[in-house]
């Protein structure tokens, strides 16, 4: 008898005997679902970094249009619900179970046909179009998984729009060594006449972009940071501006700290735009919306002077140190305290360089529960190429949290970043009686 809790133990054993399919076989078994989700007016978003939350401004504005909405996202931090969002609540227990069984049923009945298992990230996404369907939802985010041109998501035909994060060294050892190479893949979610939202990068960089939209003739809506003003960062949020699409400027508010979510969510508005061009989302839908998202683990505040982040590539940390500074300044007399790991696919030792020029207190390291993990002292010892702080070297997170928190006080700051793994390990704790 199947359970939730049996379903994702079968889940989380998936990687250990299968590897990635093509995209004609992730199509067959959804075919064979019924092509769940076809009908539904699709968003398709692809990038190195923000994917997560554009998409989470993308549903929040949406939500307050009035539009049912289903989010796929990945990864999870504390339980594998939080990939199926359906106006921002996570898929129930029997409804995740019904969806599971679902595909599962499809599984078994195309191995008879010699048909090869799917992947846990192909099962999850069939069980999200499966899931989607079942809750008509009117519109549907996909967040790709990794790349674009080959991911599972990319077997929509015609979705209403795409849109490309910023582009960033991240899984070169699929993607490609530059960035432009990693732009390609990227692009591959591009569709025949489809409009395509893409935040500028660079010259060379948007040039691959743009080819592969002319090519396809898509209609391109390049997303110009420097239209950002900054009018006040306050207890936990910030007031900045944007040259909309309708008028010179607007003045939005998002609830957060992290600079960088300003970016991202004027990426998500100028694809809001492209889908509702008859201005229905001014003046109250859109900024309402904009304010309402949340977002776990991206620079998010636990309170006590406590934020966690999940950057784990070098433009992640460059842009989460850009909003550490911010917070930190005017603050040197209390306690800046980092607590940091990482997985080995990364490039650990660039990100630790970046931090290594912010002038944290004292720097804890952790190892991550999973084998693909660093050793904390092997983060230490590339620490110390960089910087002659004090490192404190903690194997298990929990002594690494709570040595983290004594150096922090009651009035100091304490920083988590590195991976999305750490942060989802950290809020699945009980750490002297609390909840990280």
């Excluded at 990482?342 to 970046?354: D, G, H, L, R, T």
Aim: charged letters at 30%; glycine letters at 6%; proline letters at 3%.
């Amino acid at each position: 008898m199947w359970s939730k809790e049996r379903a994702v133990q079968y889940l989380l054993n998936v990687p250990k005997f299968t590897e990635k399919n093509s995209l004609d076989h992730t199509k067959t078994l959804w075919k064979k679902l019924g092509s769940p989700g076809k009908d539904k007016k699709i968003i398709h978003v692809a990038g190195t970094n923000g994917k997560g939350s554009i998409c989470a401004f993308l549903a929040s504005v949406l939500k307050e249009a009035g539009k049912r909405t289903g989010a796929f996202t990945s990864p999870h931090l504390v339980t594998m619900e939080e990939r199926f969002l359906v106006d921002g609540k996570m898929a129930a227990d029997d409804q995740f179970l019904d969806a599971f069984l679902r595909v599962m049923e499809v599984v078994e009945k195309g191995e008879k046909e010699k048909i090869s298992h799917p992947t846990f990230f192909e099962w999850l996404f069939l069980m999200a179009m499966v899931l989607f369907e079942e809750k008509e939802t009117d519109y549907i985010i996909l967040e790709t998984g990794l790349g674009g041109r080959l991911d599972a998501t990319n077997i929509i035909e015609k979705p209403l729009i795409t849109i490309i994060t910023g582009i960033g060294l991240d899984h070169t050892e699929y993607l490609g060594e530059t960035k432009e190479e990693i732009a390609f893949e990227k692009a591959g979610i591009l569709k025949q006449g489809v409009p395509i939202v893409y935040r500028k990068t660079s010259p060379s960089v948007d040039k691959v972009i743009e080819e592969r939209a002319d090519l396809l003739q898509c209609p391109r809506i390049p997303v110009d940071l420097s239209e950002i003003k900054i009018l006040g960062i306050k207890n936990k949020h910030i007031d900045f501006s944007f040259k909309s699409r309708y008028d010179k400027y607007i003045n939005l508010k998002i609830q957060a700290k992290a600079l960088y979510q300003t970016e991202n969510a004027i990426v998500a508005i100028r694809g809001l735009e492209e889908i509702f061009p008859e201005k229905t989302l001014y003046p109250t839908v859109l900024p309402t919306g904009i304010e309402k998202m949340t977002l776990q683990g991206r620079m998010e505040d636990m309170g006590e002077g406590i934020y966690v982040d999940g950057a784990h590539n070098i433009d992640g940390i460059e842009a989460f140190c850009k909003t550490v500074k911010s917070l930190i300044s005017n603050k040197e007399k209390k306690n800046i305290v980092l607590l940091f790991s990482a997985v080995q696919e990364k490039m650990y030792e660039n990100m630790i360089e970046e931090l290594a020029k912010i002038p944290f207190s004292i720097i804890v390291v952790t190892t991550i529960n999973n084998q693909r993990g660093v050793k904390a002292k092997e983060i230490s010892n590339i620490f110390k190429k960089f910087t002659d702080r004090t490192i404190i070297v903690e194997d298990r997170i929990e002594e690494a949290y709570e040595k983290a928190m004594e150096w922090k006080g009651r009035d100091g700051f304490l920083f988590v970043t590195g991976s999305l793994y750490l942060v989802g390990e950290l809020k699945n704790l009980s750490v002297k009686d609390r909840k990280v």
